[in-house]
């Protein structure tokens, strides 16, 4: 079954300390790419990869960092994390191109820090 | 500056009624695709349709279609004959293109409950 998963998929854990959420698709595509869902805020993209070894950037990267050795797996890691970070995350993954392509969403990642 | 716009914070329709979801977006590039994706209580996302943006017939999955009206810049989302499981968080998005890569922007999100 062609899928995004995503571990834990929820976590209550502690200002300060080091966290990594994984995330793994099985359908072989370039494109993975990481989002936070806030209230009022809809979601917003904080990295992105379009292949291996190509990260960058999206448009609320800081606090977060991301690697992508392989091309089935894009891990989120949270160095410090602080409470402004409590969120639901989402990793999405896709072809890239063809530009008609949807984005497939993981379940989803709802974290909390205290 | 909002890239997609959903003016409609949360909307109360009866059951087998149809109903329609505002989202007004800002582009200034020629080739764009436009996106509806529904969260229900459980969380995750779920694809419904999408448009191209030289699509000239407007696109429909099911009792889903899209109002596309590109001189306005608007993607409303269409549900025919509303049922109770229809009740989710509707988000509307557009695909940007970004150093050759997608990127979807995504509106605030409208909630919507069908009420029997």
């Known amino acids: 079954e062609a899928q995004v998963t995503q571990n834990p998929r929820y976590l209550i854990t502690v200002t300060g300390k080091k966290l990594t959420v994984t995330c793994s698709q099985n359908m072989n595509h370039e494109y993975m790419s990481w989002y936070r869902q806030d209230p009022g805020l809809g979601l917003r993209q904080i990295y992105y990869s379009m292949n291996v070894e190509v990260t960058d950037k999206g448009d609320v990267p800081e606090g977060y960092k991301v690697s992508r050795k392989e091309k089935r797996n894009f891990p989120l890691i949270l160095e410090s994390p602080s409470p402004n970070q409590t969120s639901l995350y989402f990793c999405a993954s896709s072809f890239s191109p063809p530009r008609t392509d949807t984005q497939y969403f993981g379940p989803g990642t709802r974290l909390t820090v205290l | 500056a909002q890239k997609i716009t959903q003016t409609q914070p949360g909307m109360f329709v009866q059951e087998k009624e149809a109903v329609t979801l505002d989202c007004t977006y800002d582009t200034s590039d020629q080739s764009y695709g436009l996106f509806w994706y529904k969260q229900p209580s459980s969380g995750e996302m779920i694809f419904l349709i999408y448009?191209?943006?030289?699509?000239?017939q407007n696109a429909t999955e099911g009792r889903y279609s899209l109002n596309f009206q590109k001189a306005r810049k608007s993607a409303n989302l269409v549900i025919s004959a509303s049922q109770l499981g229809d009740s989710a968080m509707y988000f509307c998005a557009m695909r940007e293109a970004l150093k050759g890569a997608q990127k979807l922007v995504f509106g605030q999100g409208t909630r919507l409950t069908i009420n029997p």
């Open positions: 448009q191209g943006s030289y699509d000239e």
